[in-house]
């Protein structure tokens, strides 16, 4: 009995000092998740939307990236579904592939002295002495240093710059890789592809000290280009304000994520009206927020768009190829050129041949076929090119707004049907019905497909002022489609359009930078590598050409693109 109790005392004494332990374990629990709530809703709701470093680079910076995380959660209402660990692990190895060098911090307030200049940079085509000769098919190396306003050279990399090789007389073009030697200095290579005279050109588009407002500005105002839609019920009508991403207030959300692909989308809800009553979808305007004197980062003809000089002769003679030398192609790695132009006209390198299509082979080679385009306005560059160069295709009325679309046309002759369906928000477009709000990935999955099927969609320059994580996330979504539609339907012919350059003013530059474009197209060909799908170059066909960038390429570009669009749909066809 005595060894009973003093069991059942020691079992008490026990229990009691692990309940007092548990208790406090309990209360210090409690305390941690009240004071980082924001940082745990990142961790179990995947809102990727403010990572400043790469997830893969995560695990080394974790007491930089919760101080960081908790801020700008605070300041910004988002959510995503949550990921796969494919999809997660997919999303970290391209976030650390298209890792931008480290761009200097900048003072405050900024003073442009010790910022790349390129009046003070030059280039240098090597070898520096003379004596060598360049042939067809050879390779053109050129050494590019770049010094600041104070015409010291610079010891950093980050700058943002663009290589043409051309013959404006044999209207001749093709883009030069350019790699960042991290120390103020970076090199540019050129296949040489034509005889006769080829004359370098190297662009700063922005100095690596733009690039650094550039991030902050996708990490600290992702909402800077805002939307807004219309409630409407009878008589009574309001407008709120939409976005991805919203500052929390006291006003309720309508959540209109998408439940099929989970792209998320909210607006604050009505005072008076129920969220049911969202009738339109309409871009609310631009407001970036820069420092002081941040601005002059972006001046076109000092530091944005602004030729490089030579250091020397900017130009060599190509003469013709040696014997045995052999043929440039491009890789199916970015590291050479996908094409280049001669006598103005797209000369792939390598995979399918581009062919010169009238009229009449035009609407031979579309002859039975279904054409169904998706995206933003680039895209429906190309619609509205087929109904102009077509007589037979003819746009039906069907009483949309220019810009928005859906558009539809028709050759009864010829049997073909060529659509254009913009892509879903964001989408800076005006007065779009929420009927015809659709995303990509959606629309694919409503398509039998088959061999008498082309799909052509576009999707990047709506996406590049919110974090990449989002554009990341909805090529996820759309490559699934892709792959289910390939599955279902082999014979279904996928040519997907790429991000292209633009001219830059200052909002321009801190909207839709071509520094974003090519962040975007970077993930673009990457996530896309791999699948039976086809790829219209417009990145360097706009920088290859001798015409000037623009968001919308001119005709000239634009018929070599559609060249190149037919040529896949109709290999063995053409002029």
Known sequence: ??????????????????????????????????????????????????????????????????????????????????????????????????????????????????????????????????????????????????????????????????????????????????????????????????????????????????????????????????????????????????????????????????????????????????????????????????KAREEKLFKSGVNMKVSIKASGSANVNVLPKMKGQPEVKSSSVKSGPSGYYYQDTWRALGGTPVHQFNTSSASQCLKGKVVHMHGDSTVRQWFEYLTAALPDLKEFNLHNLKQVGPFMALDYANNILVTYRCHGPPIRFTNVPTNDLRYIANELDELVGGNDTVVIFGIWSHFSTFPIELYIRRLQGIRRAVVRLLDRAPDTLVIIRTANLKALSLVEALTISDWYSLQRDKVLRAMFKGLNVRLVDAWEMVLAHHLPHNLHPQPPIIKNMINVLLSYICPQEGN
């Open 1 to 290: 009995m005595k060894v009973r109790a003093c069991r059942e005392t020691v079992v008490n004494f026990c229990c009691s000092k692990f309940a007092a332990i548990f208790l406090f374990l309990a209360v210090f629990v409690f305390i941690f998740v009240y004071f980082n709530m924001d940082v745990l809703e990142f961790f179990f709701s995947p809102c990727l939307c403010h990572i400043t470093l790469p997830p893969c680079q995560f695990q080394h910076k974790v007491i930089t990236t919760f101080s960081v995380l908790r801020l700008h959660l605070q300041h910004h209402f988002c959510s995503f579904q949550p990921q796969s660990p494919e999809d997660a692990l997919e999303e970290c190895l391209l976030l650390d592939s298209i890792a931008w060098p480290e761009t200097p911090s900048l003072p405050d307030p900024l003073s442009l002295e010790q910022t790349t200049d390129p009046a003070h940079s030059i280039f240098t085509i090597l070898p520096e002495k003379g004596g060598r000769q360049w042939h067809v098919g050879d390779q053109l190396e050129v050494m590019i240093k770049m010094y600041d306003f104070q015409g010291r050279p610079k010891n950093s990399g980050g700058d943002v710059l663009l290589a043409r090789l051309h013959n404006r007389a044999l209207g001749a073009g093709v883009a030069g890789q350019v790699l960042d030697h991290l120390n103020g200095s970076y090199s540019a290579v050129f296949s040489l592809l034509w005889e006769g005279s080829a004359q370098v050109e190297m662009t700063l588009v922005h100095p690596s000290e733009a690039v650094t407002v550039l991030q902050r500005l996708t990490k600290e105002q992702p909402d800077r280009v805002y939307f807004q839609s219309v409630f409407r019920s009878g008589s009574v009508s309001e407008t709120t304000t939409c976005n991805v991403f919203l500052h929390p207030t006291q006003q309720p959300l309508c959540n209109y994520t998408d439940l099929h692909t989970g792209e998320p989308w909210y607006c604050y809800k009505p005072k008076k009206l129920s969220c049911d009553a969202r009738i339109n979808h309409s871009t609310g305007g631009v407001n970036p927020k820069l």
